[in-house]
C-alpha cells in the first residue's frame, strides 16, 4: 500500500486502505455488501479530516481542477456505436467491437502488472538475500555434512536390510492364503 501525502497520517491510511481491502475482496466482489454498505467509511472520513486538518485537501483539489480538462477528454469521448440502442432487432447486427481499451482499465492494468512485478522482484531480492545469509553463516556447508551422513546412514544400514530381507523371502517363499496373520495368532493366545 503507498504511503499517505502526509506521513503523520500512514497509521490512518494503513487501517484504511487494510479495512477496505478486506471488505471489498470478501464482501463487495462476493455480493454480499454494496458500496452503500461500507463499514470502512468511518476511517476514510477520520482520514478525510486528518488530511483537512495538514492543509493537503486543498492540494488534491488544485490537481483535481488541473486535470479535470484531460478527465473530461478521455471520459467524454463517445464513438458511433455506442450511440446504437441496447436492444437490437432480430435482423440486425451487432455493434462492432471497440477499437482499444478505456483508458481507466489500461491504467488498472498498468497498475497491476507493476504491483505484479514489483512482488515478484521483492520475493527474487528475499530469497538472495537468504542465500547469502545462509552462506554467510554456515548453513550450506551444514546441510551437505547432513545429506553425506543420511546417505552414509542409508548404505550402511537401510541398503543391507532391505537386500537381507530380499533373499529371505525368496528362500522362505509364502503362498497367498497359506500361513496365519499376525492378528489370527494374537487372537489365538488370546492377547487380541
Known amino acids: 500500500m503507498s504511503q499517505s501525502l502526509a506521513p503523520e497520517c ?12 478486506k471488505w471489498y475482496s470478501e464482501k463487495y466482489l462476493r455480493g454480499i455488501s454494496t458500496s452503500d454498505n461500507n463499514e470502512c467509511a468511518t476511517m476514510f ?9 495538514r492543509g493537503i485537501d486543498k492540494l488534491l483539489d488544485e490537481a483535481r481542477e488541473d486535470f479535470k480538462e484531460n478527465d473530461a477528454t478521455l471520459l467524454g ?6 450511440k446504437l440502442p441496447k436492444a ?8 462492432p467491437p471497440r477499437d482499444s481499451m478505456h483508458p481507466f482499465s489500461v491504467l488498472t492494468l498498468g497498475i497491476f502488472v507493476a504491483g505484479y ?6 520475493l527474487v531480492t528475499r530469497l538472495y538475500e537468504l542465500a547469502i545469509f545462509a552462506w554467510d553463516y554456515g548453513v550450506v556447508s551444514r546441510a551437505a555434512k547432513g545429506f553425506a551422513a543420511l ?3 542409508f548404505l550402511l544400514i537401510f541398503i543391507p536390510v532391505e537386500r537381507l530381507a530380499a533373499r529371505e523371502s525368496t528362500l522362505h517363499p509364502r503362498a497367498p492364503g497359506s500361513g ?6 494374537l487372537r489365538r493366545r488370546g492377547s487380541f
Open 180 to 185: 496365519v496373520s499376525a492378528r489370527e495368532q
Open 45 to 53: 472520513k477520520e482520514y478525510n479530516r486528518a488530511l483537512k486538518e
Open 88 to 95: 437490437c432487432s432480430a435482423g440486425s447486427t451487432p455493434p
Open 117 to 122: 512485478i514489483t512482488a515478484r522482484w521483492d
Open 10 to 21: 500512514n497509521e490512518l491510511k494503513e487501517r484504511y486502505d487494510t479495512c477496505f481491502l
Open 77 to 82: 469521448k463517445k464513438k458511433s456505436h455506442d
Open 151 to 153: 546417505s552414509l546412514v
